[in-house]
């Protein structure tokens, strides 16, 4: 198989064989024309069903994880949505770690919990802790995401898999932090990847999207049935977007990743900074970890200040970052996870301590970074 980056601007780009256009046509086409009745010309019919550009990025998606399905969807949540009513019925236990993506566990305990779903919740990067809740009961699906958000926790891919797999789990990873550009679950022995494809594979912040890959022939044709029957694919104008995006995925994260690690130092070293959260950092608890498992650490980098009030102060000081939800664009967005990606949590135990603020790096020059994160630090 050829190298990551040259799968990223190849895999299901092939130019038009009809007019030689080097870039692949975008589809609007809702219908297709049929050579007879049930004569179809590459196995379209209805744009629900099946997409010349959907298609594309699903090739490319499916490539850039050494996968053999890849599947698009008009949302990571819809992905993750697709793949758990694929997945479970009433009776059946859903293991996932204590700091998931919000929206994960709101889909989860607000839609499938009420359908007679159960969860059961653990600290991923205590392998002990998995394996105790595991014992707990017949478990189907151990739910992974690595590195966490906002605190980069860094847990054991390899590992949980193992785990997961003797109590007859399926194990899924949510790579949306990482990207495949830096982990490669399924190599890892995970199962299934999900991805909120609007973070870094967009990696623009102008597409919402979702994805999913796997190996398994039989879950991908139950996905692929539930993409049909119940709908929530993407739109050809996002997937082009989103394949556009992902042909820089590769770059783009090894910049973003040395970026942090120049911000993660830069604020390492700050006599107002408590702490620093960046697996990239020689004294984070994942930080052997993450440089086995991924092959850069990331351009999400956490920040522990002297309190709330410090903390609100610097995200409401920069000038080059920009106060915003999500991450994973080129532009570099600053966070309060307590009152902005994590308000609903507030007060649970997947709160996040008020005194901490994310920085999504972007692709900007780092000495700006720099200086405008200096410049607010000031401030407090
Ligand atoms: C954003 C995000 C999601 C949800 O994806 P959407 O595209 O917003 O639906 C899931 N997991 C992680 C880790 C995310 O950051």
């Given at each position: 198989?050829s190298?990551f980056d040259?799968?990223a601007?190849?895999?299901?780009?092939?130019?038009?064989?009809t007019?030689g256009?080097?870039?692949?046509?975008?589809?609007?086409?809702?219908?297709?024309a049929?050579?007879?009745i049930?004569?179809?010309?590459?196995?379209y019919?209805?744009?629900?069903?099946?997409?010349p550009?959907?298609?594309?990025?699903e090739?490319q998606l499916?490539?850039?994880e050494?996968a053999r399905?890849?599947l698009?969807?008009a949302?990571?949540?819809?992905?993750?949505?697709?793949?758990l009513?694929?997945?479970?019925k009433?009776?059946d236990?859903?293991l996932?770690?204590?700091d998931?993506?919000?929206?994960?566990?709101?889909?989860?305990a607000r839609?499938?919990?009420?359908?007679?779903?159960?969860?059961?919740?653990?600290?991923?990067?205590?392998?002990?802790?998995?394996?105790?809740?595991?014992?707990e009961?017949?478990?189907?699906?151990l739910?992974?995401?690595?590195?966490?958000?906002?605190?980069l926790?860094?847990?054991?891919?390899t590992?949980?898999?193992?785990?997961g797999h003797?109590?007859?789990a399926?194990?899924?990873v949510d790579?949306?932090?990482?990207?495949?550009?830096?982990?490669q679950?399924?190599?890892?022995?995970?199962?299934?990847?999900v991805?909120s494809?609007t973070?870094?594979?967009?990696?623009h912040s102008?597409v919402?999207?979702?994805a999913l890959?796997?190996?398994?022939?039989?879950?991908?044709?139950?996905?692929?049935?539930?993409?049909f029957?119940?709908?929530?694919?993407?739109g050809?104008?996002?997937a082009?977007?989103t394949?556009?995006?992902?042909?820089t995925?590769?770059?783009?994260?090894?910049?973003?990743?040395?970026?942090?690690q120049?911000i993660a130092?830069f604020?390492?070293?700050?006599?107002k900074?408590?702490?620093?959260?960046?697996?990239?950092?020689?004294q984070?608890?994942?930080?052997?970890l993450?440089?086995?498992?991924?092959s850069?650490f990331g351009?999400i980098v956490s920040?522990g200040?002297?309190?709330?009030a410090?903390?609100?102060?610097?995200?409401e000081s920069?000038r080059?970052?920009?106060?915003?939800?999500?991450?994973?664009?080129?532009e570099?967005?600053?966070n309060y996870?307590?009152a902005?990606?994590h308000?609903?949590v507030r007060?649970?135990?997947?709160?996040v301590p008020?005194?901490v603020?994310?920085l999504s790096?972007?692709?900007?020059?780092?000495a700006?970074?720099?200086?405008?994160?200096?410049?607010?630090l000031?401030?407090?």
């Open positions: 198989m190298g040259t799968r601007v190849h895999a299901g780009q092939d130019f038009d064989p007019t256009a080097v870039i692949p046509p975008l589809h609007f086409s809702t219908t297709y049929q050579d007879g049930g004569g179809l010309r590459g196995g019919e209805y744009g629900r069903s099946g997409n550009t959907r298609t594309a990025l090739t499916a490539a850039l050494g399905h890849g698009s969807f949302s990571g949540l819809a992905a993750e949505d697709a793949l009513r694929a997945v479970l009433p009776g236990e859903v996932l770690g204590n998931v993506y919000g929206g994960t566990y709101r889909l989860l839609i499938l919990a009420p359908w007679g779903v159960g969860l059961r919740v653990a600290e991923m990067t205590d392998l002990a802790a998995v394996e105790a809740a595991l014992a009961g017949p478990t189907r699906i739910w992974v995401e690595t590195p966490s958000n906002p605190l926790k860094v847990s054991d891919i590992e949980l898999a193992r785990l003797a109590a007859g399926l194990v899924v790579n949306t932090f990482a990207s495949p550009a830096l982990q679950p399924l190599s890892l022995g995970a199962d299934v990847v991805h494809t973070k870094y594979i967009g990696g102008d919402v999207g979702g890959v796997t190996n398994d022939d039989e879950l991908a044709e139950k996905v692929r049935f539930l993409q029957a119940a709908g929530a694919v993407s050809p104008m996002d082009w977007l394949t556009r995006g992902l042909k995925l590769g770059i783009r994260m090894q910049r973003h990743s040395e970026n942090a120049v130092e604020l390492d070293a700050h006599a900074v408590q702490t620093v959260y960046y697996p990239g950092l020689p984070h608890p994942g930080h052997e993450a440089a086995r498992q991924m850069r351009g920040v200040l002297a309190d709330a410090a903390a609100r102060r610097f995200a920069t080059l970052f920009t106060l915003a939800e999500s991450l994973g664009g080129i570099s967005l600053m996870p307590d902005m990606t308000a609903s007060g649970t135990e997947l709160a008020d005194n603020v994310r790096v972007g692709i900007e020059s780092v700006d970074l720099v200086a405008d994160l200096e410049q607010a000031d401030q407090i």
